[in-house]
């Protein structure tokens, strides 16, 4: 099996790399157009700014080759807001997989969410083998609210989608791969989806 990480215009590729070792997988960090078409998973995590990083994927032709893609995919962090339609951060026009804008919290809260919440879940094949409301790991300012592609949502301040998910597209705005066993569960779900 083949499995890319897409390396881009934004940090944390290496940790998830590390992840998947852990769990007995190896992959490729690349952001050759040729190596993610022929890939059987895809990647996208990001820690960075999602003007900044729409910039690079234009320049690179990512933002052409991402939405045409039709393995499995998976967006975290940063990663799930550029699958929005837009983000607040930057006014950054995104990738458009999901009918979403990317906002910021409402000021007057604590801002980054940071640290460990729960995400309630729609018990897919994304989260086979996990309780109902297991704790993960986020790190964000922004966030993409309910809709028709929630399949996990998580309350800080408001609820939002912790998970969303469009055909084969998947995406997280925790960090499975700062969670622990349930990150890691999350991980080896995505890798043997078929």
């Known amino acids: 099996m083949k499995i890319v990480i897409i390396k881009y215009n934004a940090g944390n590729v290496f940790s998830v790399a590390s992840a ?12 050759d157009a040729k190596a993610i078409k022929q890939a059987d998973k895809i990647i996208f995590p ?7 990083a729409m910039s690079f994927l234009r320049e690179t032709g990512l933002d052409i080759l991402i939405p045409k ?10 990663g799930l807001q ?15 997989i999901f009918d979403q804008k990317a ?9 980054p969410h940071m640290g460990w919440n729960e995400i309630k879940h729609n018990g897919g094949k ?12 986020f790190v964000h300012s922004y966030y993409a609210g309910l809709s028709e592609f929630t399949i996990a949502e998580t309350d800080y301040i408001l609820p ?11 995406a ?10 349930t990150g890691e569960q999350i991980l080896k779900n995505f890798i043997e989806l078929i």
């Open 20 to 31: 998947l070792r852990r769990l007995g997988y190896d992959s490729i960090i690349s952001r």
């Open 46 to 52: 990001g820690v960075g700014e999602a003007s900044g």
């Open 160 to 170: 939002f989608s912790s998970a969303l998910r469009k055909d084969n597209f998947y």
């Open 172 to 181: 997280l705005q925790f960090h499975p791969e700062k969670s622990g066993k």
């Open 126 to 137: 994304l989260f086979t083998g996990l309780t109902d409301k297991p704790f993960v790991y």
């Open 103 to 111: 906002k910021l919290f409402p000021p007057g809260n604590k801002i």
């Open 69 to 78: 893609l039709e393995k499995p995919f998976l967006g975290i962090c940063l």
């Open 82 to 96: 550029l699958l929005c339609q837009y983000s607040e951060e930057g006014n950054a026009e995104c990738l458009g």
